[in-house]
């Protein structure tokens, strides 16, 4: 089994920064791809950043140059440092895993729980 748990959530003024966390734990063989996404009420889940193993990253247009996406391999830990926050970024932000577990035979596409991010005007 393989558990993301996400942290760094909360309530920020518009302009200000953020930190989120997800940490993979578990039976983990490797972790290649890992991403954070985000859901806003009434509205569909959308892709914020993506980073390979190799450290490729992937941003959506709307956090360009606001969003930097990291990662940490030796902690299966993947990071979203958010600057100058809108309140158009409010939503629940939720991390992706993809990899393999156990023995590396078998794959795993996990979410994490959620962590909240409301930024006010």
């Known amino acids: 089994q393989v558990q993301l748990v996400e942290s760094g959530g909360g309530l920020v003024q518009a302009g200000g920064s953020l930190r989120l966390s997800c940490a993979a734990s578990?039976?983990?063989?490797?972790?290649?791809?890992m991403g954070w996404y985000r859901q806003a009420p009434g509205k569909q889940r959308e892709l914020v950043a993506t980073?390979?193993?190799?450290?490729?990253?992937n941003y959506s247009d709307s956090v360009k140059g606001r969003f930097t996406i990291s990662r940490d391999n030796a902690k299966n830990t993947v990071y979203l440092q958010m600057n100058s926050l809108k309140p158009e970024d409010t939503a629940a932000y939720h991390c992706?895993?993809?990899?393999?577990?156990?023995?590396?035979?078998?794959?795993?596409?996990?979410w994490g729980q959620g962590t909240q991010v409301t930024v006010s005007s």
């Open positions: 578990g039976s983990i063989f490797n972790v290649n791809g």
């Open positions: 980073i390979t193993r190799d450290g490729k990253t």
């Open positions: 992706n895993a993809r990899g393999y577990s156990g023995l590396g035979l078998t794959p795993f596409d996990h």
